[in-house]
């Protein structure tokens, strides 16, 4: 109204949609005091002509009005709605008057519908994902039911009665949401973890990048603490700009609070440059155990991680091949993503994420937007887990490889586990674990007495302790006759072995555990 000269272009995937937004604006205007009011030539429920010379007009897309019509500001009103074939032409018809002005927006709003084929979606893609490249500078901004004033639990547990989880998530949580999705993580899951990245400090920042014409930074949420025990985990990529590279480390003193504490990724970092980046990363929480898949490019990174930079073997995840015989083989380092030891590695995830016990802190929100992306998939004859079409599961690959480490099988590689407890639904996990090789004193000191270590307290500043709510989760103190520990059996299937440090209680009369 202020502005002279200016055109406002208002479309929707119906007219109708477009004219309720004109009827808003309208409103606001006749409630404007007369003495700012700018006059008005033309004044309809589709046009609004200000004396001067700016002009708002509604439209839908699928018109052919629209051609002709420059704009300096378009607003696209439930574009994830808009069928593809007319999303494009109506795109390529009223783009071209955009980009011919230095000072012209788009505006894109819409609740999500799929990801398949819909240009709502892959407009957000570019937004969000730093792997897509766009000559379009495109800004997100996500709005849920909790910023509306007077919508509490309350208000949202009679919303899903009434239309039902899925549809809960599309319109009022903005998941896209697909027919047929099976996400690893369960979808009031990833509301909870969404929902908690509010609670988390801004995160400290470093670039530990050998090569001064190269970023790699890491993101740290908590300093090092050299009381606590740490893990490492990673995704490797070629660094070509289209997967990202992704080291994840991990609190993991208590298996029932897991927290990640520090990130670093970079999708263009050649494997010598995120290996030198790696080794400093890691160093900063004194070489935590490391695991990341020796897979293709992994393999090489493996070499770069042990070979060039001296990573400490001992701290560096391995699988043994056994003979028929009882043969062990060669070591090799790092894991092998077969489909066994990937859905194997996806189900404890799966199952740490969903005990009522267990809370799992993430403030990463590069990771949560992976969570409604990374399903179930289905094979001729294999079922495994993966990221859609079009989508990327670095972050999640990462997380996943984490806490494997934690796994029945593979936690007596690097950790002793001091005490276990039983879960409402009769599982015995880890529950206090301690490292097998204890952190060397001189090498903690070094730690917080260096300079990275210093930067990145500064800061973070006082740092309280965060408490994220567990949505859909109701804590449970664990009573003293559930706690067990000791080095005795536990289960998850099939036996498995505690390494205890310093304990040697016996429960179960020596009685293997069973699930």
Known sequence: MYHPDKRVMICGNQLGIAIEIMDRIRLGYEYCPSAIKIGVTTYNKQCIEFENNSTIR?????SSSTRGFSANLLVLDEAAFIPKHVADEFMASVFPVLSSSKDSKAIMVSTPNGTYNNLFYDTWQQATDP???????WKAFRFLWYDVPGRDEEWKRQQIATIGMNRWLQEFECEFK????????????IEHFRINLK????PAKLNLSKNPEKDIFAYFWKPFDPTRVYAGSGDISEGTGNDSSVMFIWDVTEVR???????MSCSKATLVDFGYATYEFMKLYGFPPLIFENNGVGAGFVDIMLDTYQYPKYRMFYEQAISPTGKYGELTYGVKSKNKTKLEACMFTNELITT?????????????????????KNTSNSITFAAKDKCHDDYMLSWIWGMYLLFPDTIQ???????????KMDRVLPDVIQYSTPLDKSMADEILNSEAHKSIVSQLGNLEEYKPVKIGHSERDIPDDEL???NRQWGHGMNRQFFAVNQSFDFMNGTDWED
Not at 131 to 137: A, F, L, P, R, V
Not at 178 to 189: I, K
Not at 257 to 263: F, G, K, P
């Open 413 to 423: 590689q690097h950790y002793a586990v001091v005490k276990a407890f039983k879960t």
């Open 199 to 202: 609670n988390y400090p801004e």
């Open 257 to 263: 609070n897991i927290q990640l504490v520090a990130r």
């Open 178 to 189: 697909s027919a047929g999705d099976a996400s690893l993580v369960p979808s009031d899951d």
């Open 58 to 62: 509604c439209f839908a897309t699928g």
């Open 356 to 376: 009522e016990e267990i809370n799992i802190s993430i403030p990463d929100e590069l990771l949560v937007n992976e969570m409604g992306t990374f399903v179930r």
């Open 484 to 486: 067990f520990y000791g």
């Open 131 to 137: 792997n897509i490249e766009s000559t379009e500078n």
